[in-house]
């Protein structure tokens, strides 16, 4: 169905319309304050919303979204908004969250060259040469998402790594780090397993993840 501009503001008054007739003050009480306690960093694939996934309302989760949900020390926008989530507005959650099917893996997998956005892909295709030895021993059908699954490990060490999580950690804030992978084909989110909540035993979880990816993909 072709969608204009000029409808997404007539859908936008009938949903506000209808929210309002549905819970009355709704908008006011979101007014007051935003005390999310979910930070969720995901793909910005428009397949993927945060809030509809989780079944949690506006106001309850601070989305930060881009390429195939990566994050590096050098991107100052990601980090930013991490430090935001967790020192001022005092999340108790992080979640990385991939999904299968993602294209920005796929094109990272297959080596693909798009323009500007190689370079982004580049630390995705990292991933996949450091652990080359565990994809070249998967189905080939199936190394898209076991690279997706990686990417979501890897990220989760990334997020744990930077100063914000150190210093979280350090000065005894309570904030746990969390890997999903969402399938677009059920709706359904998988647990990686990389529950974190200070660099107490990030190896042995690491390993372990990284054994299970192995073990469910051949």
Excluded at 148 to 155: A, G, I, K
Aim: aromatic letters at 6%.
């Amino acid at each position: 169905m072709t969608t204009s501009i000029s409808d997404l503001f007539a859908h936008n008054r009938a949903w506000a319309a209808q929210m309002e007739a549905e819970r009355p003050g709704f908008f006011t009480s979101l007014v007051q304050q935003q005390t999310p306690k979910y930070m969720w960093i995901g793909c910005s694939d428009s397949r993927v919303p945060a809030n509809q996934i989780t079944g949690l309302e506006p106001g309850e989760v601070f989305v930060h979204r881009n390429v195939a949900n990566v994050v590096v020390h050098s991107d100052l926008n990601a980090l930013s908004t991490i430090q935001f989530a967790v020192e001022r507005l005092k999340v108790k959650h992080v979640m990385v969250v991939g999904h299968y099917g993602c294209s920005g893996v796929r094109a990272a997998l297959e080596g693909a060259r798009i323009g500007l956005a190689d370079n982004w892909l580049r630390h995705i295709q990292d991933v996949r040469d450091r652990h080359r030895n565990l994809l070249d021993v998967i189905a080939e059908d199936q190394r898209c998402d076991a690279l997706v699954e990686l990417n979501v490990v890897e990220q989760i060490i990334n997020v744990a790594q930077s100063t914000v999580l150190q210093d979280a950690w350090l000065r005894g804030q309570d904030v746990t780090l969390h890997g999903w992978v969402y399938g677009i084909n059920d709706g359904l989110l998988k647990d990686l397993k990389m529950g974190l909540t200070g660099n107490d035993g990030i190896e042995m979880i690491y390993r372990a993840a990284l054994a299970d990816i192995g073990q469910r993909q051949r």
